[in-house]
Structure formats: structure tokens, C-alpha cells
């Protein structure tokens, strides 16, 4: 699975948009980009996930550039509920049995 | 209803004992896991269980044991507790194996060794 680098922590006004970075050079053409966020004292939760175009769900969009060597999460109007832990995942979606391997993610503090 | 629900929440425990963790899914879903999370909130996975079946089996001590009694629970028993096994255990299912997406993961129990 690639390594994914992201940054340790971000702030970012309510209401405004959050853009969180990640980088993955190492990533090779059939792992997908997988997003999931874990707020204080909860399990994780899935946002969203992509291969090489752009991704829309009602969480978020999901930014991947053409050499897919760096992708960023968009939370369009973020609110002091999007604090949370963001993990920025690399990963073969099939054909393998390796699971979600979560790095250290990034803090995401929605000031208000 | 919760879609994945652990008990209990909280576990204190001296060291020796051995205890049980209890994990339920009511999605459906094939494949169920659980991961730990340690004071460094670093997440690794432990097992992966698919359709009762034992898949994934990181690095972990053979005092931990997953049981599946169907595919809508997974069980986790730890023999002999140790300090060092105080961490959040987390249980989560997904509908396929080898898919990165739609995990759903369970509000954790949070395990004390003292």
C-alpha cells in the first residue's frame, strides 16, 4: 500500500472551506486514495475514496492531480462538527487481502 | 439501531485476567475486523474475519483469540492481560473483503490494565 504524508494538524474558520493535503509519490495506478475521519472518542467514519477523477459525496470532494502523486480533501463549509482526525489512505481496492492501514492523519480544528 | 456495536464501552482489569470483548454488525456485511488503537492514537489492524473465516492475522500475540460464532459477530478474547494491551479496541465490518471503502466501524472499548 503507498505511504501516504500529511500534515499534523490544520485550522480552519467555520464556514469556510477545509483543504487538507496529502501526499502519496509512491502510489501505483490500481491503488485508490481512501479518506475516512475519526472524531474525538468515536470509531473511524468513511468520506469518501477515488482513483483518478475528481469525487463529490454529500461529505466531501475529493481532489486528485494528474500524476495522482497528491490528492486534497475538500470540506466545502466546514462546521465545528468536522473536528476530527483526517486519514489519508492509499490501497489496493481489489485482489488483495491487506486492510485500511491508518497513518497518523491530520487534526482538523474548526475554529468558530 | 447501531450499525456496529461493541461492549462494554469501558474495561478495567488487572493484569493476568482474561477478558472478552463483543462486537455485533447489523448490516449485513460480509467481513468484520478489529483494530487496536494505542496511546500514540496510531489504528492497526488485529484480524479480519470473512464470512467466519480468519484472513488477517497481523502481528499479534497469541494470547488474543478472535471467535465468530456468524457472520454477524466477532469476539475478541485476550488471555493473560498485560499492561501494554491497554489501548481502544476498535470492531468493524465492511460488505467486501478487499475494499478500502464503507468500513463501519463500531464506538470502541476502551481496555485498562492496571
Known amino acids: 500500500d503507498a505511504k501516504t504524508t500529511q500534515p499534523p494538524s490544520m485550522d480552519c474558520a467555520e464556514g469556510r472551506a477545509a483543504n487538507l493535503p496529502c501526499n502519496h509519490s509512491t502510489i501505483s495506478g490500481n491503488e485508490y486514495v481512501y479518506w475516512y475521519r475519526q472524531i474525538h472518542s468515536q470509531g473511524p467514519q468513511y468520506i469518501i475514496h477515488?482513483?483518478?477523477n475528481n469525487e463529490t459525496n454529500e461529505m466531501a470532494s475529493l481532489i486528485i492531480t494528474e500524476d495522482r502523486k497528491s490528492s486534497t480533501l475538500i470540506l466545502p463549509h466546514a462546521t465545528l462538527r468536522d473536528t476530527a482526525v483526517y486519514y489519508c489512505i492509499g490501497k489496493i481496492s481489489s485482489g488483495s487481502a491487506r486492510q485500511l492501514t491508518f497513518g497518523s492523519g491530520t487534526q482538523l480544528t474548526v475554529l468558530p | 439501531d447501531t450499525a456496529v456495536s461493541q461492549t462494554p464501552k469501558y474495561l478495567v482489569t488487572q493484569m493476568g485476567n482474561d477478558k472478552s470483548i463483543k462486537c455485533e454488525q447489523n448490516l449485513g456485511h460480509d467481513t468484520m475486523y478489529w483494530y487496536k488503537q494505542d496511546s500514540k492514537k496510531f489504528l492497526k489492524i488485529m484480524f479480519s474475519?470473512?464470512?467466519?473465516?480468519?484472513?488477517i492475522n497481523e502481528t499479534v500475540p497469541n494470547r488474543f483469540s478472535p471467535k465468530s460464532p456468524d457472520k454477524a459477530h466477532l469476539n475478541l478474547h485476550i488471555n493473560s492481560l498485560e499492561l501494554g494491551d491497554s489501548a481502544v479496541y476498535f470492531c468493524a465490518s465492511s460488505q467486501v473483503v478487499d475494499r478500502g471503502y464503507g468500513y463501519t466501524f463500531g464506538s470502541g472499548t476502551r481496555l485498562t490494565v492496571v
Open positions: 474475519y470473512n464470512n467466519k473465516e480468519l484472513i
Open positions: 477515488g482513483l483518478k
